[in-house]
């Protein structure tokens, strides 16, 4: 069973600081990671996709993918109030199958 | 920017009824897919389909549900006989070449009574 696996949180960031999301999965032979985001009651916002180790920036969003450690993480420079929501991470593998795996999200609260 | 847009927003359904939701993927796309949020819980797969037939389906997706793509724009997702545990948030979504990624639709909370 593939499993993707995020800390529920909340993580509480003050506004101005960067919040560092983390995430881990089970399949080694994931090639695609994303970050979605989540208001309450909506549906999920891609971010960032990555699909190579390393990080990779946009905007204020830094992916950085350790597929060696199984590993994802998310930084957020700058938080904004706007930026508390659910993130969750995802994992894709285009050759076996083609579902998107999601964790259970990890709840960023930006204190104002 | 191009979106996938679902209707209606909300359902509300009487145990045991059929249901249909609606879905226009993005023009150009050619996988489409249905996930589902029970609330509180994690978006789950349910099913992709590509070239007009089921390419994988969940374990969650049984003879109960089925898909359609009934003309070049629609992608329907429907409930024969819907249960109480159907009530969730169901999310259509669609994805062009390999390793682009799958972008949502709004979402329909479907709400079994």
Same mark, same amino acid.
């Given at each position: 069973?593939?499993?993707?696996?995020?800390?529920?949180?909340?993580?509480?960031?003050?506004?101005?600081? $960067?919040?560092?999301?983390?995430?881990?999965?089970?399949?080694?032979?994931?090639?695609?990671?994303?970050?979605?985001?989540?208001?309450?009651?909506?549906?999920?916002?891609? $971010?960032?996709?990555?699909?190579?180790?390393?990080?990779?920036?946009?905007?204020?969003?830094?992916?950085?993918?350790?597929?060696?450690?199984?590993?994802?993480?998310?930084?957020?420079?700058?938080?904004?109030?706007?930026?508390?929501?659910?993130?969750?991470?995802?994992?894709?593998?285009?050759?076996?199958?083609?579902?998107?795996?999601?964790?259970?999200?990890?709840?960023?609260?930006?204190?104002? | 920017?191009?979106?996938?847009?679902?209707?209606?927003?909300?359902?509300?359904?009487?145990?045991?009824?059929?249901? @249909?939701?609606?879905?226009?993927?993005?023009?150009?796309?050619?996988?489409?897919?249905?996930?589902?949020?029970?609330?509180?819980?994690?978006?789950?797969?349910?099913?992709?389909?590509?070239?007009?037939?089921?390419?994988?389906?969940?374990?969650?997706?049984?003879?109960?549900?089925?898909?359609?793509?009934?003309?070049?724009?629609?992608?329907?997702?429907?409930?024969?006989?819907?249960?109480?545990?159907?009530?969730?948030?169901?999310?259509?979504?669609?994805?062009?070449?390999?390793?682009?990624?799958?972008?949502?639709?709004?979402?329909?909370?479907?709400? @079994?009574?």
């Amino acid at each position: 069973q593939k499993e993707v696996e995020q800390n529920s949180g909340p993580l509480s960031v003050p506004e101005g600081a $960067i919040a560092s999301l983390n995430c881990t999965y089970s399949d080694r032979v994931s090639q695609s990671f994303f970050w979605y985001r989540q208001y309450s009651g909506k549906s999920p916002e891609l $971010i960032m996709s990555i699909y190579s180790n390393g990080d990779k920036e946009d905007g204020r969003f830094t992916a950085q993918l350790n597929k060696a450690s199984q590993y994802v993480s998310l930084l957020i420079r700058d938080s904004q109030p706007s930026d508390s929501a659910t993130y969750l991470c995802a994992t894709h593998d285009m050759n076996r199958d083609d579902k998107i795996i999601f964790g259970k999200g990890t709840r960023l609260h930006i204190l104002p | 920017e191009p979106e996938v847009t679902q209707t209606p927003s909300h359902q509300v359904t009487q145990m045991g009824q059929e249901v @249909i939701l609606r879905c226009v993927p993005i023009s150009n796309h050619l996988y489409f897919y249905w996930y589902r949020q029970i609330l509180g819980q994690k978006v789950e797969f349910l099913v992709s389909f590509y070239n007009n037939e089921i390419s994988e389906k969940s374990e969650i997706f049984d003879d109960q549900f089925s898909v359609e793509r009934p003309d070049g724009s629609n992608f329907t997702l429907k409930i024969r006989s819907t249960k109480l545990e159907d009530s969730a948030m169901y999310f259509c979504a669609s994805r062009g070449q390999v390793l682009q990624p799958q972008h949502f639709g709004d979402g329909t909370r479907l709400s @079994i009574l």
